[in-house]
């Protein structure tokens, strides 16, 4: 089965349909993760059926995964990132200011699709005359526990400087904007919660199809603009390096080589200065022209 399988409830093709065009267009197929997935929630409604005598057995069960399953993530090449560029988002339901900011944040500061989805109006704030993005653990608003959220590890809360390209492009008078309007969440536009309980949910799907529908292989996904990044800064041409491994590992939420209680950097700590050559290094680099769509 494609990859794609069950995000749209206006396909109505068979399975049969289903299989033939996936291997006419050479599609990516459903991980074994998501088989998996499957299997385990139709087992349970397989032994609902058996307990009403309904069934005579559980076909769902006895079934082996490879538990070390992983998609490979990789970068995006400079003819996928062309294919992006030259493309117009056209989701009725998800801004094209929205998807490009939120490209951009990945792209250029390399974060999380969900930190990014997750970003407060409160949670960019200026320190030492920087603006940036601090990425903390959220408590819920009365009678929204869905907004309670951590970020993925102990590394990952930290301060993201807004980088010059980002600023370039206007996102900061984005900002001000959705708080002149007096929102609470920046994307404002993303439905809430997500069937997986995310933030980032409906833009995920919408991304996902919008990459399957350009012929973007699986694999390059949104979160391999965190591996671009990274990629970047650490192989970044003579004359522009000089940037410590730890710089980089607090601008990306990296756990880091060297972790101790000695190497914890905490917040107040931060030199902001040197984390905002990070995000301005990452512009220089180039790693994604995408100003059309800001």
Known sequence: MPENYGKSSKDHRTVFELVEDSKKNNLGKI??????????RL???????????????????????DQKYKVRRIRWNDE????????????PTISPKTFGYI?????????????????????????RGISCIFIRDHTARKNRPWEKWSPKTEAGER???IGQSLINADFLRFVAHQRNIKQYYLFSDLRFPGKDKKRSDAFQQAFSRFKLRKKIPKGVDFHSFRHNVSTKLRNLPEGQQGLRESWLDDFLGHEG??????????????????????????????????????
């Not at 991980?31 to 997935?37: A, F, G, L, Q, W």
């Not at 996928?80 to 989701?91: P, V």
């Not at 700590?269 to 059309?292: F, H, P, Q």
Request: net charge neutral.
């Open 103 to 127: 490209v951009g944040l990945g792209s250029y500061a390399g974060m999380r699709l969900e930190e990014i989805c997750r970003i407060r109006l409160q949670d960019i704030i200026e320190i």
């Open 43 to 65: 087992s349970s409604i397989w032994n609902y059926y058996l307990l009403r005598d309904l069934v005579d057995r559980n076909v769902f069960i006895g079934w082996k995964f």
């Open 80 to 91: 996928q990132l062309q294919t992006l560029m030259n493309s117009d988002w056209n989701s």
């Open 31 to 40: 991980s074994e993760k998501t088989i998996k997935n499957h299997f385990a």
């Open 257 to 294: 080589q060297n972790k101790s209680v000695g190497n914890v950097v905490y917040l107040d700590m931060i030199d902001v200065e040197n984390l905002k050559k990070v995000a301005d290094s990452v512009g220089i680099s180039r790693l994604l022209g995408y100003t059309k769509i800001y």
């Open 159 to 161: 301060v993201v400087p």
